[in-house]
């Protein structure tokens, strides 16, 4: 008997968070026959580079109908009977190119209809996924935050939590950040991009020497012009651009942060708990559905510097058994369990 055929598109598969769960869940669905579509030829996961077969369109959002028809070729040249689409111009190219007898996810792992809504890119995108609708579509949430807004802005729709994952299930034994230690070595972990607030970063360690405190940057993007211009100015700050196994790093710091103002779900979160890492996060739902009262939280400039004020006093130990229940909640095994659900 033949395997039911898959196709799975996003705009690219270079590393990155929906990237690096497609990289981890698809391999492990072994009864199904995959097939990849993306905007570029680069494939840089392992486990899915020459493994499966890969189209590579041409895609811009003025060629979305010549881009959809093509798209709807391979479909039918391939006999797909699931499309299972992970970003947003991907979930609008699918509703034009899957037919009606294929089953059709559109995952969300994006936040920008609620975070972001008043920019009128974003206005315009939210219209776009309200004309281009299809019957059957199943749009899937990464988190329970996610989800609300999915049902706030879709009410009509058929939407379905589907929580993220991580790889394992095991917490290493959490650090202890003595009182007084110096410096603090902090890690962040994100695409360098307005999302991920890298400036609020910038701002708040300026007035911080190496000797104190420190915090490494790992993601790929443009460095903020800010500190290209000055970099002398920040200097307890090192950008340290990509690194396929930046999570496996942070053995070697204190403290995990992210600035972010933006975030679907929050992996990297995820991963600095199975790391055992103290967490300083900025103050944004997706993260506070994850960490919950096992973080120390800040919203602005002075409360990062007091909260890191109060560790160098203190010192911090997280909370084993909370780190523990978090990862619990998000196992690889049950989302595996609920995707089979959903192709069948």
């Known amino acids: 008997m033949s395997k039911l055929s898959v196709l799975h598109i996003i705009d690219s598969l270079r590393i990155g968070g929906a990237e690096a769960l497609m990289a981890s869940y698809i391999p492990k669905l072994t009864e199904y026959r995959h097939l990849l579509v993306t905007f570029d030829n680069c494939i840089e996961y392992k486990s899915l580079h020459g493994v499966y077969d890969h189209y590579v369109l041409d895609f811009r959002p003025s060629k979305l109908f010549s881009t959809a028809r093509k798209l709807r070729r391979i479909i039918d040249k391939e006999h797909i009977l699931v499309v299972h689409a992970h970003s947003y111009w991907t979930n609008i190219l699918t509703r034009l190119a899957t037919p009606n007898n294929c089953k059709l996810f559109n995952h969300y792992h994006f936040a920008d209809y609620i975070t972001r809504k008043t920019q009128w890119k974003v206005r315009f995108q939210l219209a776009l996924d309200m004309i281009f609708v299809r019957k059957g579509l199943t749009r899937l949430a990464v988190s329970d935050y996610i989800f609300q807004g999915l049902k706030q802005f879709f009410p009509r729709g058929n939407n379905y939590l589907l929580y993220n994952f ?151 130990m997280p909370d084993q058994n909370k780190y523990r229940s978090i990862i619990s909640q998000y196992s690889i095994g049950s989302f595996l369990s609920k995707i089979r659900g959903l192709y069948q």
């Open 166 to 316: 991580l790889i394992g299930n095991s917490v290493y034994e959490v650090g202890l950040i003595d009182p007084g230690k110096k410096p603090i070595r902090c890690i962040a972990i994100g695409t360098i991009n307005k999302e991920k607030n890298y400036e609020m970063m910038l701002e708040i360690f300026k007035s911080f020497q190496p000797s104190e405190i420190t915090i490494d940057v790992f993601g790929a993007g443009a460095v903020p012009e800010q500190y290209l211009n000055n970099p002398l100015a920040y200097s307890s700050v090192q950008f340290k651009g990509v690194h396929d196994q930046a999570a496996g790093t942070m053995g070697n710091y204190d403290l995990f942060c992210s600035f972010s103002n933006s975030e679907s779900f929050g992996l990297v979160v995820l991963e600095a708990v199975a790391a055992g890492k103290a967490l300083l996060l900025h103050k944004i739902p997706a993260f506070e559905e994850i960490a919950g009262d096992a973080a120390l939280f800040f919203t602005t400039k002075e409360e990062f510097i007091s909260r890191i004020d109060s560790i160098r006093k203190s010192g911090f």
